[in-house]
């Protein structure tokens, strides 16, 4: 069976990839991860929830609707410094730019994806049950709003 840790789905496929990238910078490593398509994510999650375990469902949505309140507005700012970053740093056009982040967002979101269909039996039921709402919505990795303040909050240091 696997451990617990692998209910931080984020971290099972996130953590180990940028680490053998070299991405140690939890704000760079913030940035990364806001290019996930979360609703597919959780999507793919409450529907694996509805057969294995449907009682779960309504808290599990719950806790997605509070996190994706707490941080939606955050993700499409970070989404946007992402692209403005790749067109100053890669000197890419607009139309560019907005290419490469759909396709990094598809790259993250796939490889996650593929994480949330392999889980079954006892670890889905965990996650079901509360530990994907727990653990991984409540982690600082996935605390978008807290990140961008952090941003802001060193851009304005002179």
Request: aromatic share 6%; proline share 3%; hydrophobic share 45%.
């Amino acid at each position: 069976m696997r451990s617990a840790s692998t209910l931080l789905l984020v971290g099972l496929f996130l953590v180990s990839s940028f680490g053998a990238a070299g991405l140690v910078d939890p704000i760079s490593t913030g940035i990364q991860l806001a290019q996930i398509n979360y609703s597919v994510i959780h999507d793919g999650l409450v529907d694996k929830c509805r057969v294995a375990d449907p009682e779960s469902v309504p808290a599990l949505m719950d806790a997605i609707a509070k996190w994706n309140e707490k941080n939606s507005e955050a993700i499409t700012e970070l989404r946007q410094f992402s692209k403005n970053s790749l067109m100053n740093r890669m000197h890419l056009s607009e139309a560019d730019a907005t290419i490469r982040a759909a396709q990094l967002s598809e790259f993250m979101t796939n490889g996650l994806k593929t994480q949330i269909e392999s889980i079954s039996g006892p670890e889905l039921k965990e996650a079901c049950g509360g530990q994907y709402a727990a653990k991984s919505l409540q982690s600082q990795m996935l605390d978008f709003a807290a990140l961008l303040s952090n941003i802001r909050r060193a851009n304005a240091k002179p």
